[in-house]
């Protein structure tokens, strides 16, 4: 039974980290267009990239990562390369997290140098990254 609660609540904290990881960079695309003289507007996205970050997508990631070394070490899966694979493109998605809170400070102090267009793109490798991982830790391919 501690098993399934550690499972809903891997499930419940991934949700949260995609959410924010699915939103953020369209925060960025709406704020990098903003035209010069936007100060009101880029300070409200200052504040909501910032809050998305730290009280959202940050204790998501720090969840989704001890629910997922739990489930690994209790159901023996950790040696099975399909959840090897997941593990690499966690860590590529925990990459991208990182370099998305480079992107909020660069924000914040003004510093941003990329246009929307980037943004945009960019806001399509979490969900390529997401859909190999679901993939992975449903089908399981070669176990």
């Known amino acids: 039974m501690l098993y399934d609660w550690i499972k809903a609540g891997h499930v419940i904290s991934l ?5 924010g990881m ?3 960079p369209r925060l960025f695309v709406y704020h990098a267009s903003l035209p010069p003289g936007s100060e009101p507007q880029a300070a409200t996205f200052k504040v909501m990239e910032r809050r998305l970050l730290k009280a959202i997508m ?6 989704t990562w001890a629910f997922g070394l739990a489930l690994a070490g209790m159901s023996g899966f950790y ?3 399909w959840l090897q694979a997941k593990f690499v493109l966690v860590l590529a998605m925990s990459g ?3 370099w998305l809170a ?3 400070k660069d924000f914040a102090a003004d510093r941003n140098t990329r246009g929307h267009r980037f943004y ?4 399509e490798v979490p969900t390529l990254l997401m859909i190999g991982i679901v993939i ?3 089908v399981k391919p070669g176990s």
Do not use: D, E, F, Q
């Open 120 to 123: 945009r793109v960019l806001n």
């Open 136 to 138: 992975l830790a449903i």
């Open 79 to 81: 040696a099975s390369p």
């Open 22 to 24: 699915l939103y953020l």
């Open 15 to 19: 949700i949260a980290w995609m959410a």
């Open 58 to 63: 940050t204790p998501a990631l720090i969840a």
């Open 102 to 104: 480079r992107m909020v």
């Open 96 to 98: 991208i997290h990182g």
